[in-house]
């Protein structure tokens, strides 16, 4: 069974750093480009971030690009992605998803909250 | 970037209905677009991948049809498990993008 599990998020001040963790399990993790994914409190859904199986492709939205940086483990089976310079527009459920054909699984979701 | 217009933006309906959900993109994305239903408090669920192919394990009352700009999502007969969002997705380019979704409620 494919599992994503989400974690490190938490409450952090404007303009701080905080790094998610994703563990991926069911699945060869190697094989697989992976993505982070947020939603706003009772908002749409926004792409957030993508790395490529082996790290080669790394693409940005364009409010994150600069802030955030995605990285993986291969040996690990884990995703990352480090914030800084947090703003209050990235307080978000923050969703790690793996990519074949879009998005085909998620996990829960870890909550930041960017607030003073 | 490549906008998603989804409408209606809420839709009522009844049990056994058949309805239909519309996703429209803002240029050429080929057949790359895919449905997600998601429910209050969980992560979105993968229905529809590439226009018209079911995910494993999602039931067939559930279809996809579409190309190029115009694109839709009929369920054919609703249950009461389908009450929920649904957002469309591309993925022709980057970035990635959602539509703002729809949502489907009970008449």
């Known amino acids: 069974e494919v599992q994503l599990v989400e974690s490190g998020g938490g409450l952090v001040q404007p303009g701080r750093s905080l790094k998610l963790s994703c563990v991926a399990s069911?699945?060869?993790?190697?094989?697989?480009?992976m993505n982070w994914i947020r939603q706003a409190p009772g908002k749409g859904l926004e792409w957030v971030a993508y790395?490529?199986?082996?790290?080669?492709?790394?693409y940005y939205a364009e409010t994150v690009k600069g802030r955030f940086t995605i990285s993986r483990d291969n040996a690990k089976n884990t995703l990352y992605l480090q914030m800084t310079s947090l703003r209050s527009e990235d307080t978000a459920l923050y969703y790690c998803a793996r990519h074949n054909s879009g998005f085909d699984y998620w996990g829960q979701g870890v909550m930041v909250t960017v607030s003073s | 970037d490549i906008q998603m217009t989804q409408s209606p933006s809420v839709l009522s309906a009844s049990v056994g209905d058949r309805v239909t959900l519309n996703c429209k993109a803002s240029q050429n994305i080929n057949k790359y677009l895919n449905w997600y239903q998601q429910k209050l408090g969980e992560a979105p669920k993968l229905l529809i991948y590439?226009?018209?192919n079911l995910q494993t394990g999602i039931p067939s009352r559930f279809s996809g049809s579409g190309s190029g700009t115009d694109f839709t999502l009929t369920i054919s007969s609703l249950q009461p498990e389908d009450f929920a969002t649904y957002f469309c997705f591309q993925h022709n380019s980057w970035p990635l993008t959602f539509g703002s979704g729809t949502k489907l409620e009970i008449k």
């Open positions: 069911g699945f060869t993790f190697s094989n697989y480009g």
């Open positions: 590439n226009t018209n």
């Open positions: 790395i490529s199986s082996g790290s080669s492709y790394i």
